[in-house]
């Protein structure tokens, strides 16, 4: 069982930066897949970014150019870099760690981080 804890969150103004970090614990980092997702209110969750085990990257098309998600295998650490925030960028931001040794593969997820963008 892992266990995922974000933080990072907060009111930045359109055009401002944020850095979200989620911690794992409780697992072997190394073995999951990590991601991203963001829900709106009165929306579903929608995926944002994710990162394999060996470091490639997937990005929604919103996102490109903008966002960064990377991860640190010492730290057992997943960041979001955001960058030039737009108010359709809020939202609650969960972590998510996918083991992909399980058949199915089981996801584990954050509490999530508020994002607020707005002037």
């Known amino acids: 069982q892992a266990q995922l804890v974000e933080s990072g969150g907060g009111l930045v103004q359109p055009g401002g930066s944020l850095r979200l970090s989620c911690v794992v614990s409780g697992s072997i980092f190394s073995y999951y897949y990590m991601g991203w997702y963001r829900q709106a209110p009165g929306k579903q969750r929608d995926l944002v970014a994710t990162?394999?085990?060996?470091?490639?990257?997937n990005y929604a098309d919103s996102v490109k150019g903008r966002f960064t998600i990377s991860r640190d295998n010492a730290k057992n650490t997943v960041y979001l870099q955001m960058n030039s925030l737009k108010p359709e960028d809020t939202a609650v931001y969960y972590c998510?760690?996918?083991?992909?040794?399980?058949?199915?593969?089981?996801?584990?997820w954050g509490q999530g981080t508020q994002v607020t963008v707005s002037s």
């Open positions: 998510n760690a996918r083991d992909i040794r399980t058949v199915p593969h089981t996801d584990y």
């Open positions: 990162v394999t085990t060996g470091g490639s990257t």
